[in-house]
């Protein structure tokens, strides 16, 4: 009897382990995570997925960015991800086509805030990415850009990367010719960058 009580924990352990949830990282961004212009296999997404296959097994990478995406048609496409693949973790790289287009700041403050809370109400760490406009936005724009991220992190208790390109958007060698979209070279740069703060989320 007792032999058989053993088996039977023993079974249903295995099937819960065989039932437990995959690890799901999904990436909702624009261009710079699209791999634009780029190979995909080169741009920092992939590069992410073959580090997190090497380093901390398990995991998959979902690459749900799209170029030209704003922070409004991403928290209407979010909440179908989310039902979707029911991440641990969502990055949010969005921001830089609504800075491009001038967007007024409340307006990406509201859907940056509303994508972080439907990612954590379903169960999500949220990694945000902060993007920098050129100069000739003007101080007080860049300034209520760059403002947002940090707040939002520190309201929502997330984690930032405070400047995406960080090390990479100033490096002519390691930029396309528009300026705005990192080459091939510079998109290890760019994982590392990502990597400081999503490393201590994976755990």
């Known amino acids: 009897m007792r032999r058989f009580l053993c088996l039977l924990v023993l079974l249903c352990g295995i099937g819960t382990l065989a039932a437990a949830p995959a690890k799901t990282l999904v990436v909702l961004g624009d261009s710079l995570s699209a791999a634009h212009n780029i190979p995909v296999e080169?741009?920092?997404v992939h590069l992410l997925e073959v580090r997190l296959n090497q380093m901390e097994p398990g995991w998959t990478v979902v690459?749900?960015?799209i170029s030209?995406?704003?922070?409004?048609s991403g928290r209407h496409r979010l909440p179908a991800l989310l039902a979707q693949y029911h991440p641990r973790i969502v990055v949010i790289e969005l921001g830089a086509n609504d800075g491009l287009r001038g967007l007024?700041?409340?307006d990406l403050r509201n859907n940056l805030a509303a994508m972080i809370d439907a990612s954590q109400h379903a169960g999500a760490k949220v990694l945000l990415l902060g993007i920098e406009l050129p100069v000739n936005y003007g101080p007080r724009y860049r300034d209520g850009l760059r403002a947002i991220y940090a707040d939002l992190a520190r309201e929502k208790h997330v984690a930032l990367?405070?400047?995406l390109l960080e090390g990479v958007a100033l490096d002519p060698s390691l930029m396309q010719e528009d300026g705005l979209h990192p080459v091939a070279a510079g998109e290890p740069k760019v994982l590392d960058t990502v990597w400081s703060q999503l490393g201590p989320l994976l755990k």
């Open 63 to 65: 690459n749900a960015s």
């Open 68 to 72: 030209g995406e704003t922070s409004l």
């Open 104 to 106: 007024a700041l409340p």
């Open 161 to 163: 990367v405070p400047f």
């Open 42 to 44: 080169a741009g920092w």
